[in-house]
């Protein structure tokens, strides 16, 4: 049976001029219009934001329960932490964790929901919407947003490696958990 992925971004995705909540940046109507789009076909949400930053726990935890208080489940994180190239061109993280990702779950009917990054998609040919920066996700989206489960076979040429600056970071964790073990 196929899942229904929504990949997400936050910003010119779900920010607007008009909050969800004081001290929620969210579009009122993005954030509405995102809970119907999930609702219609059970839809998990993979989150794809450069909010996670560097993909640590404590900053996801964060990022999940912002999504909860508005009632809205994510279900995943794409890995930020993947340098890409492409014969001669560098890909971005966000694309290569979303091709990680499909790479590694099947029969998945995804859509990308971004408002960035639409040249490397064309690339890959991945199925993706571009939202308007400045509004958001808005209503009358929802008749042009479709969900898709080919994958081209051009994700296959995509070479792709856990950056350093990630592989850094978790040897200084390891190292400091070994050093406070030991003590």
């Known amino acids: 049976m196929n899942r229904f992925v929504i990949f997400l971004d936050i910003d010119g995705v779900l920010n607007g001029e008009e909050q969800f909540e004081p001290g929620i940046n969210f579009s009122k109507e993005s954030v509405l219009t995102l809970k119907r789009l999930v609702k219609k ?3 998990e949400i993979v989150l794809t934001t450069s909010w996670q930053g560097i993909g640590d726990k404590k900053t996801r935890e964060k990022i999940v329960k912002i999504f909860n208080n ?18 001669d061109k560098t890909i971005s993280n966000r694309v290569c964790g979303i091709i990680d990702y499909l790479k590694n779950n099947q029969n998945i009917n995804y859509v ?3 408002d960035e990054y639409q040249n490397e998609y064309k690339l890959f040919n991945l199925n993706y919407y ?5 509004v958001g996700l808005k209503e009358k989206d929802l008749d042009k947003i479709t969900f898709s489960n080919i994958i081209s076979k051009r994700i296959n040429y995509l070479e792709y490696q856990e950056n350093i600056r ?14 406070n073990i030991k003590k």
Not at 70 to 87: A, E, Q, R, S, V
Not at 166 to 179: A, F, Q
């Open 70 to 87: 508005i009632n809205i489940h994510i279900n995943d994180f794409i890995n930020p932490n993947l340098d890409g190239k492409l014969l």
């Open 130 to 134: 571009k939202t308007n920066t400045y």
């Open 112 to 114: 990308i929901l971004d």
């Open 166 to 179: 990630s592989k850094t970071r978790k040897i200084k964790k390891l190292c400091l958990t070994i050093k």
């Open 41 to 43: 076909n059970n839809t």
